[in-house]
């Protein structure tokens, strides 16, 4: 009976302990951490936009879509993530809608970014980057070759993969963790290959966190990029960040963010001498994703050559923050220092309801702003369809 008694009393003090620790975790956690995002109900969301646009679905029912490319021929390439392929959807009656959707690709594991260079299809996967080809012209890939597949897994494993103007193919590989020193200098880099081969591997820019997108400017052939800033340093630091992609430079993490903020566990002074400092400061936990440069003739004047930026939206925020696509003016080839709101209301007013998060960034040959939304499955079009400019 005492030994029951005693067991008893052991397995309610252990319980009490577990309780104990739960509520104050919860009570140090919930300060700083939101679930709205992974709580997001996927619906058709209501969203704002400036005086002129209009938005509509382009396409819905997608297992987790993430970035998005027109090919050569005018339809749009979708890395469907949660379906392991690459979709293509076609608006072939032009009313902004897609009619037609079939596979160009399937068991393609975890698919997050995808290029079209030189008659070919280059898919960016956890471990590295698959090539498509399309041989016989019937609209699905019948030649696959793994290029690149022994990057690491762990942590950041969305590889996002672009081509340069000289025909280089470079590749973001994010970090594998919020804040450490990594054992892998392939990790918080952005690698750069002399060819489409995937020859000559070489370090281009290092000190990212997790850069997530990427895009070449149109007129300059620079290589700009979003970043990811670390975690758990409170609701407004360190900021989310613009990037101009230099060879050789480092941007700092883990031991300097945005080119000027010590981090509280690796930094050290003068750890922010020499790093390279963005090109615009957003937002800390915005979770800046895909990006692209208008290029398009139909939206008015004041938005063109603009640079547009997909917010995925916060969870290390007490209040939630992001939820939308932003841009970042420019004036010929040089931008702006502030990002401005462009398309808002993933995030609901009541800052508790999220009905979607903004990933992939396209231009399409009719001069709308394709957007996907890897929560709710959509595509949406934005174009313009007239008002004041």
């Known amino acids: 009976m005492m030994q029951r008694k005693s067991r008893f009393l052991g397995v309610a003090a252990f319980a009490t302990v577990l309780l ?17 995002g992974i709580l997001a109900r996927g619906e058709l969301a209501q969203i704002k936009l400036p005086d002129g646009f209009g938005i ?42 897609s009619d037609a959707q079939f596979v160009f690709a399937d068991n393609v594991p975890n698919p997050h970014s995808l290029v079209f260079h030189e008659g070919a299809w280059y898919v960016g996967v956890p471990s590295g980057v698959i090539r498509l080809t399309d041989r016989d012209g019937d ?4 030649e696959r070759v793994a290029l690149i597949d022994d990057f690491p ?15 280089r193919m470079v590749i973001s590989v994010g970090s594998s963790c919020n804040a450490c020193e990594e054992q892998d200098a392939r990790r918080a880099a952005v690698l750069i290959y002399d060819n489409a081969a995937a020859e000559g591997e070489k370090l281009l820019a290092t000190g990212l966190r997790n850069a997530v997108g990427l895009t070449v400017h149109p007129g300059t052939g620079e290589l700009w990029a979003t970043n990811n800033g670390r975690d758990l340093m409170g609701d407004d630091f360190p900021p989310d960040t613009i990037l101009l992609v230099r060879e050789g430079a480092d941007y700092g993490w883990p031991s300097c963010h945005s080119g000027q903020i010590l981090d509280p566990d690796y930094g050290y002074e003068g750890a922010c001498d020499n790093v390279e400092k963005p090109i615009a400061d ?11 440069f208008y290029e398009g003739d139909t939206f008015p004047e004041p938005y063109r050559d603009d640079l547009f930026i997909a917010f995925h939206g916060s969870w290390n925020r007490s209040v939630p923050t992001g939820y939308k696509v932003v841009r970042l003016p420019f004036e010929g080839s040089e931008p702006g220092s502030e990002v ?10 009541d800052l508790e309801t999220v009905t979607g998060r903004p ?7 009719d001069g709308a702003l394709y957007v996907s939304d890897d929560s709710g499955g959509f595509i949406y079009r934005i174009a313009y369809v007239g008002g004041d400019d």
Not at 69 to 97: C, M, Q, S
Not at 340 to 349: C, K, Q, R, Y
């Open 20 to 36: 104990v620790g739960g509520v104050l975790a919860y009570r140090a956690i919930s300060s700083r951490v939101n679930l709205v």
């Open 56 to 97: 509509g679905i382009f396409a819905e029912g997608l297992d987790r879509p993430r970035f998005i490319r027109f090919g050569p021929e005018g339809k749009l390439y979708v890395a469907e993530r949660g379906a392991d392929r690459i979709v293509v959807l076609e608006d072939k009656d032009g009313d902004g809608r």
């Open 139 to 142: 609209g699905q890939a019948d």
């Open 153 to 167: 897994t762990s942590g950041h494993n969305t590889r996002t993969v672009e081509f340069l103007d000289d025909g």
């Open 282 to 292: 957003m937002q800390a936990h915005s979770a800046p994703l895909g990006l692209v």
């Open 340 to 349: 401005v709101d462009f398309a808002t209301g993933w995030l609901e007013e």
């Open 359 to 365: 990933v992939g960034l396209a231009v399409g040959p």
